[in-house]
């Protein structure tokens, strides 16, 4: 008993009962679960924070090094952009599920497995510096719901249907090719590498064919995903 008051003591807290992780820094209520349970998931999303944090200051998780084979399907003056498929080497392949686990971890997706993984096609944008800064992930789909009006909360009725929280069309319409992920490196935002990485998707999807931007779609847009696709798609 004694040892537990000093332990409360040590962790400086002001309120009864409640206790500071000395690893995350969370001030939670041990004896209530659901404060329990905020805090093993905060615990493991600040622990992941860090272990990404480390990796991204040694520039060992964005850095390029290629292969000699790499499908180079757009050069610009700021870098290139690299398709990779899921039969490449595992090299390539690694590198892109790292890049997915980091951009999945900003957007706090949970762990989401591709529809069909041998047709995903993944472009990244490799800057002149040999960094990924951008990220682009595609799957055939064959319908898209439309994306009606603003966000209408997470408990509406329409974020079920549509696994999203915008409120969209019931009507599905035909489409082609699925964004399920769109990134681009915090610091290299806003210099058009989304809309290049959209523009090279629409060029190489489909052998032969430019798809017009009614036959792309983007699966459950972020607010930034969304403003960036509502301008994409009306200019
Ligand atoms: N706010 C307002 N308008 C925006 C924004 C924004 N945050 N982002 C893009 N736009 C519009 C602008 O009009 C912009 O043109 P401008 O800069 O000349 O005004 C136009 O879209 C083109 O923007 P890009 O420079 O090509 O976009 P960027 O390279 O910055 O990437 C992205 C946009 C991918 C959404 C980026 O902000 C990002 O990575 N955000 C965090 C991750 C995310 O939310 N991704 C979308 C998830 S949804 C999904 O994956 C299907
Ligand atoms: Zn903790």
């Known amino acids: 008993k004694e040892t537990k008051d000093q332990l409360i003591i040590d962790a ?15 001030i939670y209520t041990a004896s209530n679960p659901e404060d329990e349970m905020q805090h093993v998931q905060h615990h ?9 944090a480390v990796k991204l200051n040694c520039g060992f998780l964005f850095l390029w090094q290629g292969w ?8 610009f003056w700021d870098g290139k952009i690299v398709l990779v498929l899921p039969h490449d080497p595992s090299y390539a392949i690694r590198k892109v599920e790292d890049v997915q686990e980091l951009v999945d971890n900003e957007l706090g997706f949970q762990q989401v497995v591709p529809r069909c993984p041998n047709k995903t096609k993944t472009f990244l944008f490799i800057s002149d510096e040999k960094r990924v800064v951008g990220c682009l992930i595609a799957e055939p789909i064959k319908q898209a719901f439309r994306v009606l009006s603003e966000p209408t909360g997470p408990e509406s009725p329409s974020s079920k249907e549509c696994h999203r929280a915008w409120q969209c069309s019931n009507v599905p319409e035909p489409a082609v090719c699925g964004i399920s992920r769109i990134w681009v490196f915090r610091l290299k935002r806003r210099k058009r590498i989304a809309r290049r990485l959209v ?37």
């Open 199 to 235: 523009d090279t998707l629409r060029n190489c999807f489909m052998f032969g064919c430019f798809l017009s931007t009614d036959e792309i779609a983007f699966s459950d847009p972020t607010p930034d995903g969304k403003l960036f696709a509502a301008k994409y798609c009306n200019t």
């Open 12 to 26: 400086g807290q002001k309120h009864f009962g409640a206790t500071m992780c000395k690893s995350c820094g969370m």
């Open 68 to 75: 000699k084979k790499e499908r180079v399907v757009a050069e």
């Open 44 to 52: 493991h999303r600040f622990l992941e924070g860090i272990k990404y």
